[in-house]
């Protein structure tokens, strides 16, 4: 409760997660490489033998052969290393090189398929698991989303003192325009996703009619300005125009029935323009 309840601890309580969650996927991980090793391991330690006993090499050289392949569990020790450490050139170029090329082949063959992939494709399963669990955090999720939110709000902030050239918190259409006449502002104002194209559009849209911008205004409808048009905000122009369109029938209906009661040539041009809107 003490890590969930602190912010700065966010991305421990993920990992947290994440460890947990990747339990099962690192045991057959390891699984799937110990077998991999062993098998790789036992072949060494066969193909390594016979030339522990002829007589053509030095003794460095069947020593060197013997510490790291005379035995299974030496074998097995020895790849170890060379698949965890990287340094898989130490424990090859003397076999290569001074004993026989058919080492080169099994190495190369080895590091290929289990150095080189597996180990790549066990890295993709754990990172996939990792943005899983981020995914999955509904409170990281949501900090997140809040501070993207904050910093965003801040670059706005930015932007509107910078476009304040009065000082006085409030902006103009002749100062917004101004700013805006900027082709580096334009750029900046589209990288946060707002459409500034049509500056005095764009005012309009901000401006709760009293002709001037405060901090507030501009921060609080540029956020909603941001990016493409979200389902919510379609729907919700839907939702106003039906509710006009009932209101304009209303009194459409209303307008019709007076008429029947008192037709005469004013309410009948009434009658026809009310009719002319309603096609409309």
Not at 71 to 87: I, K, P, Y
Not at 94 to 102: G, K, M, P, Q, R
Not at 124 to 145: H, I, R, S
Not at 214 to 240: C, P, Y
Request: aromatic share 12%; charged share 20%.
């Amino acid at each position: 409760q003490v890590v969930r309840g602190i912010e700065i601890f966010s991305s421990l309580r993920v990992l947290i997660a994440t460890v947990c969650a990747s339990l099962f996927a690192f045991f057959w991980s390891m699984l799937l490489l110990l077998f991999t090793m062993l098998a790789y391991a036992l072949i060494m330690c066969q193909l390594v033998y016979p030339y522990l006993m002829d007589p053509r090499f030095d003794e460095d050289t069947v020593a060197w052969m013997y510490r790291y392949y005379g035995t299974a569990s030496r074998s097995f020790w020895t790849v170890f290393e060379v698949t965890f450490s990287g340094s898989w050139p130490v424990y090859t170029r003397v076999l290569v090189e001074d004993v026989s090329l058919v080492f080169a082949f099994v190495s190369a063959a080895y590091i290929s398929l289990v150095v080189f992939a597996i180990t790549r494709i066990i890295t993709a399963l754990f990172l996939k698991d990792t943005l899983a669990a981020c995914a999955n955090d509904a409170e990281f999720m949501v900090e997140q989303k809040m501070h993207e939110r904050k910093q965003y709000a801040n670059k706005l902030r930015e932007f509107f003192i910078e476009a304040d050239v009065s000082g006085d918190g409030q902006l103009t259409l002749a100062e917004f325009e101004g700013i805006l006449s900027n082709r580096l502002v334009k750029t900046f104002m589209a990288s946060l996703e707002i459409d500034a194209q049509e500056s005095r559009n764009l005012f309009c849209m901000l401006d709760d009619g009293d002709g001037v911008i405060s901090s507030e205004e501009f921060i609080n409808g540029a956020l909603r300005l941001k990016g493409a048009a979200r389902s919510q905000d379609v729907v919700t122009i839907m939702f106003e125009i039906n509710r006009l369109q009932r209101k304009f029938d209303k009194v459409h209906h209303m307008l019709r029935l007076s008429l029947e009661r008192d037709p005469n040539p004013e309410g009948m041009g009434m009658m026809q323009c009310s009719g002319t809107l309603s096609l409309a």
